[in-house]
């Protein structure tokens, strides 16, 4: 069970996170989804509202992909860590796109029952992302 419940929350960050397709949520996801954890991008609830979101992301942050460094799996609990990477290209709060590659770490912990994602904690270094953007100076 935990080799199948690895294998979708690759699927998710390969083929949604990465290749926008939203398509597969239907097949993976719980459509009342629940999300945990983010202060940046905010939590969204229900697998529609995080197919707009990620939707809107991908138009701002062109070419995102996400490399994944770790996946472990127990049960219906399955937590990775990750790296992701895109390019600036449309307004993000409030900063104009620049065109820069930007790139920041993050850690995950997905519940998958009955082979659906029910839900989603996470954190991502949002201080490298708002560095990166020059909204907030590199720490000394």
């Known amino acids: 069970m935990s080799e199948a419940n690895k294998a979708i929350v690759r699927r998710f960050y390969e083929e949604v996170m990465s290749q926008g397709n939203m398509n597969l949520l239907d097949e993976i996801m719980a459509s009342d989804f629940k999300d945990h954890g983010e202060t940046l991008f905010g939590s969204p609830q229900g697998r529609d509202t995080l197919k707009q979101g990620i939707t809107a992301s991908r138009a701002v942050f062109g070419d995102l992909h996400v490399q994944l460094h770790d996946v ?9 860590r990750g790296t ?25 912990l997905f519940r998958i029952v009955d082979g659906k994602i029910t839900e989603r904690w996470f954190n991502s270094d949002s201080l490298s992302i708002t560095q990166q953007l020059g909204l907030v100076a590199p720490l000394a």
Do not use: K, Y
């Not at 472990?72 to 990775?80: K, P, Q, R």
């Not at 600036?88 to 920041?104: A, D």
């Open 84 to 108: 992701m990477r895109c390019t600036h290209q449309g307004e993000f709060l409030g900063v104009s796109p620049s065109g820069n590659e930007l790139s920041w770490n993050g850690l995950a």
């Open 72 to 80: 472990i799996a127990d049960g219906e609990m399955v937590g990775v």
